[in-house]
């Protein structure tokens, strides 16, 4: 994930950790976000402002710096209004853009089941949700692929995906206990058909092809703004 958070900077996550650019990405540094496993994997990662950032960190735990990536501090884990005490290796994070101090987390340890996805209304120093693992996990593919996003103008409606993908009803603490699959349309970059999916809940997916969507050109990066 790279996200621009400024003119010229750029936090990117990576299977070494975290990194920033200030020149617009010709350089990066690497940022120690744990001095104990300086490079830990980082495959969720969400800034708010140039200024607020959240990293996930394999097997470690959720992340958050005040300063723009210099200083880190490890949010809470553990107890009724922590994080899952335990981390598998992916944590995927979003925070809603409407109100930066919704903050998601989609936890998905498939070895201890402690996944679940988890809520923060005040920026990260409470959480609440689900204590089991996500419906969207199917045969603990959820180390390989797991992605949470927050609608854009909603904050209580949440898309998470994996082997499924699914949506929370807009409604909070309600909607995090009561996803539901989705359906979602692909487009191919290079030819004139879109594919539609069925995503799976308890049968399988079916697709569908259709000529209808003029073709569009291949997009080679793409950059996140908070």
Partial sequence: MLYLVGNSIMIMSTEKGVFRSTDGGNTFTHLIVEPADSNAPCYGLVATNAATIYAGLSFRGVYKSFNGGFTWTKLPSGGPNGLPGTAGSTISLDASKSDPAIVYAAYT???????????????????????????????KQGSHVN???????????????????????????????SIEP????????????????????????????????PPRSPLTTQLRRP
Wanted: net charge neutral; aromatic share 6%; proline share 5%.
């Fill in 109 to 139: 340890d498939t070895n201890n089941n402690q996944g679940g996805i988890y809520k923060s209304t005040d920026a990260g120093q409470t959480w609440f949700g689900g204590n089991s693992l996500p419906t969207y996990i199917d045969n």
């Fill in 182 to 213: 989705i359906t979602v349309t692909m487009i191919s970059p290079t030819s004139s058909s879109s594919h539609r999916i069925q995503s799976r809940s308890s049968s399988a997916a079916t697709a569908e092809s259709s000529s209808r969507i």
């Fill in 147 to 177: 992605v949470i996003r927050v609608h854009p103008q909603d904050p209580d409606r949440v898309y998470a995906g994996g082997v499924s993908m699914l949506v929370t009803p807009t409604g909070g603490l309600v909607g995090l206990n």
